[in-house]
């Protein structure tokens, strides 16, 4: 089992920035893949952006690509998601999430993760 708990969500400005913050914990050593989605009301969710470290992969979304940035610290067990430039259209819940990448196809499916956080709330005011 493991269990994600993401932080650093909240209400800023367009234009601005917010850095969240993933941690895992229990049984993360066979877990090589942790992933950033998020879903706004009424829309289905959506990859934002994921990390393979040990296979040097990283993937970002065509919509953020440029404005938010993902690394991992594995000595921590920790993954963040650094947003800047902020858009109204980023306001949605955020979730971390962590799987197997046995290098298949890149970015994974979203089947391809098995544990999922509950989710911070980002709101960009216009």
């Known amino acids: 089992q493991v269990q994600l708990v993401e932080s650093g969500g909240g209400s800023v400005q367009a234009g601005g920035s917010l850095r969240l913050s993933c941690a895992a914990s229990?049984?993360?050593?066979?877990?090589?893949?942790m992933g950033w989605f998020r879903q706004a009301p009424g829309k289905e969710r959506e990859g934002v952006a994921a990390i393979c470290v040990r296979r040097y992969r990283v993937y970002y979304a065509d919509s953020v690509k440029g404005r938010f940035t993902t690394s991992q610290d594995t000595a921590k067990n920790t993954v963040s998601l650094q947003m800047n430039s902020l858009k109204p259209e980023d306001t949605a819940m955020y979730y971390c999430?962590?799987?197997?990448?046995?290098?298949?196809?890149?970015?994974?499916?979203?089947?391809?993760?098995?544990?999922w956080g509950q989710g911070t709330q980002v709101t960009v005011a216009s």
């Open positions: 999430a962590t799987g197997v990448y046995s290098g298949g196809s890149w970015p994974p499916l979203r089947s391809e993760y098995d544990y």
């Open positions: 229990g049984d993360t050593s066979n877990y090589n893949l």
